[in-house]
């Protein structure tokens, strides 16, 4: 017969607990893109237009100024859990999304590589190294890759801030 005496109550109390706290926590995997899936884009938490990119700009910005993004933003593709957000669809071949950010300076437009996803809710971070503008506003794509005659990208506009 077992017993549980006072000294390992406690103990004996808490495992249970302490098991289901460890399960909870365990870190969750995410789900792989694939082919004839609807994604959301997401730009810094933000799935509607316009996305804020803040920019290491500091003082007056004068027009056509470049710079560097801050640390610590990301862009991501989300399931599409409402109809709000500029969705996508990854076509009949997809299995990751390129996402570019294409921005006009005067006459001249340029489409900056971010990076690729191969699942959604993975943070892809912005890279410090970019060169984007102080100021004004582009275009996020996140295009399905390998691409498809079905395949949708998703476009957000992004507003770049240069700090005060």
Request: glycine share 10%; with cysteine; net charge negative.
């Amino acid at each position: 017969m077992f017993r549980i005496s006072a000294r390992t109550a406690p103990a004996a109390l808490l495992a249970p607990a302490l098991v289901a706290v460890v399960a909870a926590a365990a870190p969750v995997s995410a789900t792989a893109i694939g082919p004839n899936q609807y994604f959301v884009a997401d730009v810094n938490g933000h799935v509607i237009s316009p996305a804020p990119i803040e920019m290491a700009c500091f003082g007056p910005i004068y027009p056509g100024e470049t710079g560097h993004p801050l640390a610590g933003q990301y862009v991501q593709v989300l399931p599409p859990d409402t109809a709000a957000g500029s969705i996508g669809f990854t076509g009949s071949a997809a299995d990751a999304i390129d996402v570019s950010i294409i921005y006009s300076l005067g006459t001249i437009t340029r489409v900056v590589p971010v990076g690729q996803l191969t699942s959604y809710g993975t943070k892809l971070a912005i890279s410090t190294l970019l060169t984007l503008p102080c100021s004004g506003s582009g275009t996020a794509v996140f295009d399905p890759t390998p691409t498809s005659s079905t395949a949708k990208a998703a476009d957000l506009t992004v507003d770049f801030i240069g700090q005060p």
